[in-house]
Protein backbone atom coordinates (compact mmCIF):
# COMPACT_ATOMS: atom_id res chain seq x y z
CA UNK A 1 0.00 0.00 0.00
CA UNK A 2 1.65 3.39 -1.18
CA UNK A 3 1.99 6.25 1.57
CA UNK A 4 -1.06 8.02 -0.40
CA UNK A 5 -3.38 5.11 0.19
CA UNK A 6 -2.76 4.90 3.88
CA UNK A 7 -3.10 8.97 4.16
CA UNK A 8 -6.73 7.79 2.57
CA UNK A 9 -7.37 5.22 5.20
CA UNK A 10 -6.56 7.43 8.03
CA UNK A 11 -8.91 9.90 6.68
CA UNK A 12 -11.86 7.89 5.95
CA UNK A 13 -11.81 6.42 9.09
CA UNK A 14 -11.67 10.15 11.08
CA UNK A 15 -13.98 12.32 8.56
CA UNK A 16 -17.17 11.32 10.26
CA UNK A 17 -15.74 11.64 13.97
CA UNK A 18 -14.61 15.04 12.97
CA UNK A 19 -18.12 16.48 12.58
CA UNK A 20 -19.26 18.38 15.07
CA UNK A 21 -16.01 17.96 17.00
CA UNK A 22 -14.93 20.89 19.34
CA UNK A 23 -11.19 22.02 19.19
CA UNK A 24 -9.18 24.60 20.41
CA UNK A 25 -10.33 24.36 24.19
CA UNK A 26 -13.95 24.34 22.71
CA UNK A 27 -14.08 27.44 20.98
CA UNK A 28 -14.77 26.25 17.25
CA UNK A 29 -17.01 23.80 16.69
CA UNK A 30 -16.52 21.71 13.25
CA UNK A 31 -20.34 21.90 11.47
CA UNK A 32 -20.07 19.88 8.09
CA UNK A 33 -16.92 18.69 5.80
CA UNK A 34 -17.19 20.70 2.62
CA UNK A 35 -14.76 18.59 0.76
CA UNK A 36 -11.53 15.89 1.15
CA UNK A 37 -8.23 14.94 -0.52
CA UNK A 38 -6.28 12.33 0.71
CA UNK A 39 -4.09 14.50 2.89
CA UNK A 40 -6.83 16.41 4.87
CA UNK A 41 -10.14 18.40 3.90
CA UNK A 42 -12.26 21.53 4.45
CA UNK A 43 -15.11 22.00 6.94
CA UNK A 44 -17.33 24.73 7.80
CA UNK A 45 -16.70 25.44 11.47
CA UNK A 46 -18.00 28.35 13.95
CA UNK A 47 -16.65 30.31 16.72
CA UNK A 48 -18.38 29.35 19.66
CA UNK A 49 -18.00 32.72 21.45
CA UNK A 50 -18.91 34.97 17.98
CA UNK A 51 -21.12 32.71 16.52
CA UNK A 52 -19.55 33.50 13.23
CA UNK A 53 -18.76 30.77 10.13
CA UNK A 54 -14.97 30.27 9.13
CA UNK A 55 -13.31 27.48 6.50
CA UNK A 56 -11.41 25.48 8.19
CA UNK A 57 -8.75 23.70 6.31
CA UNK A 58 -7.64 20.12 8.15
CA UNK A 59 -4.27 18.70 7.11
CA UNK A 60 -3.36 15.18 8.28
CA UNK A 61 0.11 14.83 9.30
CA UNK A 62 0.25 11.00 10.19
CA UNK A 63 2.31 8.85 7.96
CA UNK A 64 4.26 12.10 6.84
CA UNK A 65 8.15 12.18 6.15
CA UNK A 66 10.23 14.97 7.48
CA UNK A 67 10.66 16.73 3.93
CA UNK A 68 6.91 16.66 3.93
CA UNK A 69 5.90 17.74 7.29
CA UNK A 70 7.97 21.07 6.49
CA UNK A 71 6.25 21.62 3.17
CA UNK A 72 3.00 21.56 4.50
CA UNK A 73 4.47 23.69 7.39
CA UNK A 74 5.90 26.13 4.87
CA UNK A 75 2.66 26.76 3.17
CA UNK A 76 1.08 27.51 6.84
CA UNK A 77 3.81 30.28 7.91
CA UNK A 78 3.70 31.69 4.37
CA UNK A 79 -0.03 32.29 4.95
CA UNK A 80 0.31 33.53 8.72
CA UNK A 81 2.90 36.29 7.12
CA UNK A 82 0.27 37.70 4.61
CA UNK A 83 -1.66 40.19 5.66
CA UNK A 84 -3.67 41.96 3.25
CA UNK A 85 -7.26 42.95 1.98
CA UNK A 86 -7.39 40.74 -0.72
CA UNK A 87 -5.18 37.70 0.58
CA UNK A 88 -6.87 34.90 2.49
CA UNK A 89 -6.66 35.58 6.07
CA UNK A 90 -5.10 32.70 8.47
CA UNK A 91 -6.61 33.55 11.41
CA UNK A 92 -5.41 30.57 13.61
CA UNK A 93 -3.37 27.27 13.35
CA UNK A 94 -4.21 24.61 16.16
CA UNK A 95 -1.87 21.96 16.15
CA UNK A 96 -2.87 18.07 17.58
CA UNK A 97 -0.55 15.18 17.29
CA UNK A 98 -2.03 13.99 14.36
CA UNK A 99 -3.52 16.60 12.62
CA UNK A 100 -3.61 20.54 11.82
CA UNK A 101 -6.42 22.88 11.71
CA UNK A 102 -6.52 26.41 10.00
CA UNK A 103 -8.74 28.48 10.71
CA UNK A 104 -9.62 31.10 7.45
CA UNK A 105 -11.88 33.56 6.39
CA UNK A 106 -14.73 32.32 5.05
CA UNK A 107 -15.31 32.88 1.01
CA UNK A 108 -19.38 32.03 0.43
CA UNK A 109 -20.00 33.13 -2.56
CA UNK A 110 -17.39 30.70 -4.71
CA UNK A 111 -14.08 30.91 -6.65
CA UNK A 112 -14.08 32.82 -10.10
CA UNK A 113 -13.89 30.26 -12.31
CA UNK A 114 -17.53 29.22 -10.88
CA UNK A 115 -18.11 32.78 -11.24
CA UNK A 116 -16.98 33.19 -15.24
CA UNK A 117 -18.94 29.85 -15.99
CA UNK A 118 -22.60 31.10 -14.69
CA UNK A 119 -21.95 34.48 -15.52
CA UNK A 120 -19.47 34.69 -18.55
CA UNK A 121 -20.80 38.58 -19.57
CA UNK A 122 -21.34 39.94 -15.77
CA UNK A 123 -17.70 39.85 -14.74
CA UNK A 124 -16.13 43.40 -13.23
CA UNK A 125 -13.11 42.91 -14.60
CA UNK A 126 -11.32 45.89 -13.92
CA UNK A 127 -12.16 46.02 -10.73
CA UNK A 128 -11.96 42.06 -9.74
CA UNK A 129 -8.41 41.75 -11.55
CA UNK A 130 -7.10 44.96 -10.16
CA UNK A 131 -7.62 43.63 -6.41
CA UNK A 132 -5.90 40.25 -7.73
CA UNK A 133 -2.84 42.63 -8.81
CA UNK A 134 -3.03 44.25 -5.63
CA UNK A 135 -2.99 41.26 -3.76
CA UNK A 136 0.16 39.53 -6.25
CA UNK A 137 2.13 42.89 -5.68
CA UNK A 138 2.08 43.23 -2.20
CA UNK A 139 2.69 39.52 -2.26
CA UNK A 140 6.20 40.11 -4.30
CA UNK A 141 7.23 43.28 -2.30
CA UNK A 142 7.52 40.42 0.69
CA UNK A 143 9.49 38.08 -1.46
CA UNK A 144 7.19 35.80 -1.59
CA UNK A 145 5.31 34.00 -4.79
CA UNK A 146 1.97 31.82 -5.47
CA UNK A 147 3.20 30.18 -8.35
CA UNK A 148 -0.33 28.79 -8.86
CA UNK A 149 -2.20 31.72 -9.91
CA UNK A 150 -5.46 30.81 -11.78
CA UNK A 151 -9.22 31.31 -11.33
CA UNK A 152 -10.08 28.72 -9.20
CA UNK A 153 -7.66 30.35 -7.00
CA UNK A 154 -9.57 33.57 -6.38
CA UNK A 155 -12.63 33.40 -4.33
CA UNK A 156 -15.25 35.97 -3.53
CA UNK A 157 -16.19 37.08 -0.45
CA UNK A 158 -18.89 38.80 -1.67
CA UNK A 159 -20.11 41.07 -5.13
CA UNK A 160 -17.13 42.34 -7.20
CA UNK A 161 -14.61 41.59 -3.67
CA UNK A 162 -11.82 38.77 -3.61
CA UNK A 163 -9.38 36.95 -1.75
CA UNK A 164 -6.15 35.52 -3.52
CA UNK A 165 -6.28 32.01 -2.20
CA UNK A 166 -4.38 28.66 -2.02
CA UNK A 167 -1.01 29.03 -0.61
CA UNK A 168 0.20 24.91 -0.81
CA UNK A 169 2.40 26.11 -4.05
CA UNK A 170 3.61 29.36 -2.42
CA UNK A 171 7.31 29.84 -2.15
CA UNK A 172 9.99 32.43 -0.22
CA UNK A 173 12.51 31.22 -3.03
CA UNK A 174 12.20 33.87 -6.28
CA UNK A 175 14.45 31.76 -8.25
CA UNK A 176 13.62 27.94 -8.61
CA UNK A 177 14.23 24.88 -10.32
CA UNK A 178 10.58 23.31 -9.46
CA UNK A 179 9.84 23.21 -13.21
CA UNK A 180 5.71 22.78 -13.67
CA UNK A 181 4.91 24.21 -10.81
CA UNK A 182 1.17 25.24 -10.96
CA UNK A 183 -1.88 24.39 -13.46
CA UNK A 184 -0.71 23.85 -16.79
CA UNK A 185 -2.73 26.03 -18.88
CA UNK A 186 -1.55 28.92 -16.40
CA UNK A 187 2.31 28.07 -16.88
CA UNK A 188 5.21 30.54 -19.28
CA UNK A 189 6.99 28.91 -21.60
CA UNK A 190 9.96 28.76 -19.57
CA UNK A 191 8.47 25.48 -17.41
CA UNK A 192 8.31 23.89 -20.70
CA UNK A 193 11.67 24.72 -22.70
CA UNK A 194 10.23 26.62 -25.23
CA UNK A 195 11.48 30.53 -24.72
CA UNK A 196 13.59 30.35 -27.93
CA UNK A 197 16.85 31.10 -29.06
CA UNK A 198 19.79 29.89 -26.79
CA UNK A 199 17.81 30.58 -23.75
CA UNK A 200 16.47 27.37 -23.73
CA UNK A 201 20.06 25.39 -24.20
CA UNK A 202 21.26 27.61 -20.26
CA UNK A 203 17.40 26.32 -19.41
CA UNK A 204 18.28 23.03 -17.66
CA UNK A 205 21.11 24.44 -15.51
CA UNK A 206 19.21 27.66 -14.81
CA UNK A 207 16.54 28.30 -12.48
CA UNK A 208 13.35 29.95 -13.43
CA UNK A 209 12.20 33.51 -11.98
CA UNK A 210 9.19 32.85 -10.09
CA UNK A 211 7.90 36.34 -9.95
CA UNK A 212 8.13 36.62 -13.70
CA UNK A 213 5.86 33.34 -13.62
CA UNK A 214 3.33 34.70 -11.57
CA UNK A 215 2.86 37.42 -14.27
CA UNK A 216 2.56 35.86 -17.11
CA UNK A 217 -0.21 33.83 -15.10
CA UNK A 218 -1.70 36.29 -14.43
CA UNK A 219 -1.80 37.73 -18.15
CA UNK A 220 -3.57 34.20 -18.72
CA UNK A 221 -5.90 34.58 -16.42
CA UNK A 222 -7.11 38.43 -17.58
CA UNK A 223 -7.78 36.98 -20.91
CA UNK A 224 -9.67 34.06 -19.02
CA UNK A 225 -11.97 36.78 -17.28
CA UNK A 226 -12.49 38.78 -20.32
CA UNK A 227 -13.26 35.89 -22.50
CA UNK A 228 -14.12 33.06 -20.51
CA UNK A 229 -11.48 30.96 -22.51
CA UNK A 230 -7.78 30.63 -22.40
CA UNK A 231 -5.32 31.48 -25.22
CA UNK A 232 -3.99 27.95 -25.54
CA UNK A 233 -3.46 24.63 -23.87
CA UNK A 234 0.29 24.99 -22.89
CA UNK A 235 2.67 27.38 -23.47
CA UNK A 236 4.97 24.93 -25.40
CA UNK A 237 5.83 25.06 -29.16
CA UNK A 238 3.72 22.34 -29.86
CA UNK A 239 0.33 23.85 -29.67
CA UNK A 240 -0.39 25.65 -32.48
CA UNK A 241 -2.22 28.54 -30.79
CA UNK A 242 1.17 29.32 -28.78
CA UNK A 243 3.34 28.83 -31.60
CA UNK A 244 1.65 31.61 -33.63
CA UNK A 245 1.72 33.76 -30.76
CA UNK A 246 4.96 33.36 -30.00
CA UNK A 247 6.10 33.90 -33.80
CA UNK A 248 3.58 36.89 -34.02
CA UNK A 249 2.41 38.31 -30.78
CA UNK A 250 -0.45 40.42 -33.10
CA UNK A 251 -1.68 37.09 -33.63
CA UNK A 252 -3.37 37.78 -29.82
CA UNK A 253 -5.94 40.18 -31.37
CA UNK A 254 -6.93 37.31 -34.03
CA UNK A 255 -7.58 35.06 -31.28
CA UNK A 256 -9.68 37.41 -29.64
CA UNK A 257 -10.60 40.08 -32.14
CA UNK A 258 -12.99 41.84 -29.11
CA UNK A 259 -9.78 42.75 -27.00
CA UNK A 260 -8.48 46.40 -27.45
CA UNK A 261 -5.74 47.80 -29.04
CA UNK A 262 -4.47 49.20 -25.88
CA UNK A 263 -4.99 45.80 -24.11
CA UNK A 264 -3.10 44.01 -26.78
CA UNK A 265 -0.04 45.98 -26.39
CA UNK A 266 -0.30 45.55 -22.01
CA UNK A 267 -0.40 41.68 -22.69
CA UNK A 268 2.40 41.65 -24.95
CA UNK A 269 4.46 42.65 -22.15
CA UNK A 270 2.90 40.71 -19.60
CA UNK A 271 3.10 37.44 -21.85
CA UNK A 272 6.52 38.46 -23.55
CA UNK A 273 7.94 34.93 -24.29
CA UNK A 274 11.61 35.85 -22.61
CA UNK A 275 10.67 36.40 -18.85
CA UNK A 276 13.87 38.72 -18.38
CA UNK A 277 11.74 41.00 -20.48
CA UNK A 278 8.00 40.61 -18.51
CA UNK A 279 7.30 43.41 -16.74
CA UNK A 280 7.25 43.68 -12.90
CA UNK A 281 3.99 43.42 -11.26
CA UNK A 282 4.26 46.89 -10.04
CA UNK A 283 4.66 48.13 -13.43
CA UNK A 284 1.60 45.89 -14.48
CA UNK A 285 -0.28 47.29 -12.32
CA UNK A 286 0.75 51.35 -12.93
CA UNK A 287 -0.09 50.08 -16.42
CA UNK A 288 -3.39 48.32 -15.93
CA UNK A 289 -4.85 51.46 -14.83
CA UNK A 290 -4.02 53.32 -17.73
CA UNK A 291 -5.94 51.55 -19.94
CA UNK A 292 -9.64 52.47 -19.91
CA UNK A 293 -11.27 49.69 -22.29
CA UNK A 294 -10.01 46.56 -22.19
CA UNK A 295 -12.24 45.13 -24.49
CA UNK A 296 -14.77 47.02 -28.08
CA UNK A 297 -17.69 46.60 -29.17
CA UNK A 298 -17.74 43.96 -31.40
CA UNK A 299 -19.67 46.23 -33.88
CA UNK A 300 -16.97 49.08 -33.63
CA UNK A 301 -14.06 46.33 -33.93
CA UNK A 302 -10.69 48.13 -35.60
CA UNK A 303 -9.79 45.34 -37.17
CA UNK A 304 -7.75 45.07 -40.33
CA UNK A 305 -10.62 43.13 -42.41
CA UNK A 306 -12.91 40.97 -42.67
CA UNK A 307 -10.85 38.61 -44.65
CA UNK A 308 -7.75 38.85 -42.06
CA UNK A 309 -10.64 37.65 -39.33
CA UNK A 310 -11.43 34.81 -41.38
CA UNK A 311 -7.93 33.06 -41.97
CA UNK A 312 -7.62 30.18 -40.72
CA UNK A 313 -6.27 30.63 -37.01
CA UNK A 314 -6.19 28.03 -33.66
CA UNK A 315 -9.03 29.13 -31.54
CA UNK A 316 -8.91 29.77 -28.31
CA UNK A 317 -9.81 26.95 -25.80
CA UNK A 318 -12.17 26.69 -23.32
CA UNK A 319 -11.28 27.09 -19.47
CA UNK A 320 -10.54 24.05 -18.07
CA UNK A 321 -7.81 22.92 -15.38
CA UNK A 322 -5.45 20.50 -17.16
CA UNK A 323 -3.74 17.75 -14.78
CA UNK A 324 -0.62 19.35 -13.41
CA UNK A 325 2.95 17.61 -14.28
CA UNK A 326 3.60 14.31 -12.93
CA UNK A 327 6.87 16.15 -11.22
CA UNK A 328 4.89 18.15 -9.25
CA UNK A 329 4.15 15.92 -6.60
CA UNK A 330 7.71 16.23 -4.95
CA UNK A 331 7.12 19.98 -4.10
CA UNK A 332 3.40 20.22 -3.79
CA UNK A 333 3.25 21.67 0.01
CA UNK A 334 -0.50 20.84 0.16
CA UNK A 335 -0.25 17.31 -0.25
CA UNK A 336 -3.58 16.16 -1.23
CA UNK A 337 -3.81 14.13 -3.80
CA UNK A 338 -0.30 13.99 -5.53
CA UNK A 339 -1.47 11.02 -8.26
CA UNK A 340 -3.57 12.94 -9.68
CA UNK A 341 -2.15 16.33 -9.44
CA UNK A 342 -4.37 17.96 -7.09
CA UNK A 343 -2.99 19.88 -4.47
CA UNK A 344 -4.75 23.23 -4.39
CA UNK A 345 -7.41 24.60 -1.99
CA UNK A 346 -10.45 24.01 -4.50
CA UNK A 347 -8.64 20.30 -5.06
CA UNK A 348 -10.56 19.92 -1.58
CA UNK A 349 -13.62 19.61 -3.08
CA UNK A 350 -14.45 15.98 -4.21
CA UNK A 351 -15.38 15.73 -7.98
CA UNK A 352 -18.52 13.89 -7.80
CA UNK A 353 -19.92 17.68 -5.92
CA UNK A 354 -19.26 19.01 -9.32
CA UNK A 355 -22.31 17.15 -11.32
CA UNK A 356 -24.85 19.88 -9.71
CA UNK A 357 -23.00 22.45 -12.15
CA UNK A 358 -21.95 20.52 -15.31
CA UNK A 359 -25.81 21.49 -16.93
CA UNK A 360 -24.55 24.84 -16.68
CA UNK A 361 -21.89 24.01 -19.40
CA UNK A 362 -24.22 23.36 -21.88
CA UNK A 363 -25.10 26.83 -22.81
CA UNK A 364 -21.78 27.73 -22.82
CA UNK A 365 -18.45 27.25 -24.81
CA UNK A 366 -16.53 26.01 -22.27
CA UNK A 367 -16.24 22.74 -23.55
CA UNK A 368 -13.93 20.38 -21.26
CA UNK A 369 -12.51 16.59 -21.65
CA UNK A 370 -12.80 13.51 -19.47
CA UNK A 371 -9.60 14.18 -17.78
CA UNK A 372 -10.03 18.12 -17.51
CA UNK A 373 -9.97 18.78 -13.22
CA UNK A 374 -12.61 21.82 -13.32
CA UNK A 375 -11.49 22.15 -9.75
CA UNK A 376 -13.94 24.85 -7.94
CA UNK A 377 -14.48 25.48 -4.39
CA UNK A 378 -18.03 25.47 -3.70
CA UNK A 379 -21.03 24.72 -5.75
CA UNK A 380 -24.53 25.75 -5.91
CA UNK A 381 -26.16 22.81 -4.73
CA UNK A 382 -24.75 22.87 -0.79
CA UNK A 383 -24.37 26.64 -0.47
CA UNK A 384 -28.18 26.59 1.16
CA UNK A 385 -26.94 23.46 3.14
CA UNK A 386 -24.17 25.69 5.64
CA UNK A 387 -24.09 29.27 5.18
CA UNK A 388 -27.89 30.33 4.25
Not at 56 to 67: E, H, R, T
Not at 293 to 299: A, K
Request: glycine share 6%; net charge negative.
Amino acid sequence: MTSQQQQQDIWNQVSESMVDKLIDNNKYQLVEELGRGSYGCLFLGQSLETNEYVAVKILCKKGLDPAQLALQQLEIDIQQSLHHAHLLGLDQVIQEPDFVYMIMELCDQGDLFEYVVQNPYDVNCHVIFLQILEAIDYMHQNNLYHRDIKLENILLQKQDYIKVADFGLATKERYSFDFGCGSTTYLGPEHFGSIGDESDLEQEDAPYDAAASDIWSLGILLLALLFGRNPWQEATDLDVAFADYKADPMSLRRLFPDLSIECMHFLQKVLAIDPAKRVSIGEMKAMFCELTDLTIDPQESDYESESEQDEIMPSPVDIHTVQHKANKASYDSAIFSQEDGGGSWSDMVEQDLLCGIEDDFEHITFDSTEDDEQELFIHDQEKESWWL
